[in-house]
Structure formats: C-alpha cells, structure tokens
C-alpha cells in the first residue's frame, strides 16, 4: 500500500488516481500509523510552506514523516512536497524537515529570460528538465520532455550531490531532487501528461521492489 499525505494542502484526488490508473494500491491518509505502516509514501501538496509546516505538526505528520525516512521507506515529494523537505524555506521564513540540506528560495524580482524579457511570476505551465544524474526514479525518461509546473518558489539544496534534474526559467533551478530513499520533484507528475507518469510509474516500481 502507497500512502498519499493529506496535510490539507491539496491535489490528492489527481495523484491517487493517477496511481491508481498505473495499477499500484493506495491511501490518502492523514493518519502518522497509517504512514509508517504504509510500504512507501507520496508526498504531495500546493500552497504556503508556513500552512502546510503548521498543518504537518497539527496532525503528527511531520515526525512521521521523518521517521519513515530515516528508516529507509521510499518517499516521493511532488511540488511543494519537494520544497518543505528542506531546512527552512523563504516563504513565511519557516523552518521545514530538514531531510535534505538545503533551503527554498523566491524567485528573484524581476526574473528575466536570456533575451531580456521580464517572465511572470508564478512559474506557471509546461517546461524542460535536463537530468543530470541516474536514479530509477526517472529511468527511461529522456531529457527535454516538457512537465508541467506551478510554483513561486523553488529547492535550492546545499549541495549538487542531492540534484537529479534542472531547469532553466530566468535561472537555473532545482527541478528534481533527491537523498537516499527521498526523491522529489518540482513539477507536478501527474499532470505531466506520459513522462509524468513514467515518474510516477517508476517511483511505484521502486518502492515495491
């Protein structure tokens, strides 16, 4: 069973279906036993870092969270589930997991692209990853398919060591993360059309093995 963390942040509905149309069990839960029986956790989520910590805490999650972690359980982050797995992150100045060193940062104002143009903040629709390691979390996905993104922040881990994807929106960023059996990406992966769910597929495979 993949337990999906409800922590009242959002767009479960369209993961668990997500998971469930590529075959695998699962659970949208707000419950921490549920998680730490769980054989593998998705951890999704939109929103601000400070509601979603406070929301964590409220329900127990976020020790469970980083038990699971620390005991090897397979984890996959989406979006901003990719972002308060850090130390602290910029918005609402709020101290995160810590899972992964590292902090989340705002886009800088104003953003523009090579040719001087000013880009719109939010980051918001369909853009390139360049895969800069191996992981069997994103085997089989080519670089520069599109995926779909939705986010004013963004990971900036401490080291390059912990960085499995980039993408270039004004900067360079942070797209795909990951630490032992945590790995996390910015971009929604089951909105992301095929390469998404290969992702997610992957992930699923993963955790079962």
Known sequence: MIAIIDYEAGNLTSVEQAVKKLGFRCRITQKAEELLEAESIIFPGVGAAGRAMASLKRLGLDDALKRAFYTGKPILGICLGAQIVLERSEE?????????????????????????????????????VTFTKRHPVIDGVPDNNEFYFVHTYYPAPASEEYVLGKTEYGIAFASVIARKNFVASQ???????KPGLKILKNFCEWAFR
Do not use: A
């Open 187 to 193: 971009f929604h992966s089951e909105k992301s059309g």
């Open 92 to 128: 609402d100045e709020t101290q995160c997991l810590g899972l992964i060193p590292g902090t989340v940062r705002r886009f800088p104002h104003p953003l523009l692209s090579p040719d001087g143009k000013k880009l719109k903040i939010p980051h918001m629709g369909w853009n390139t």
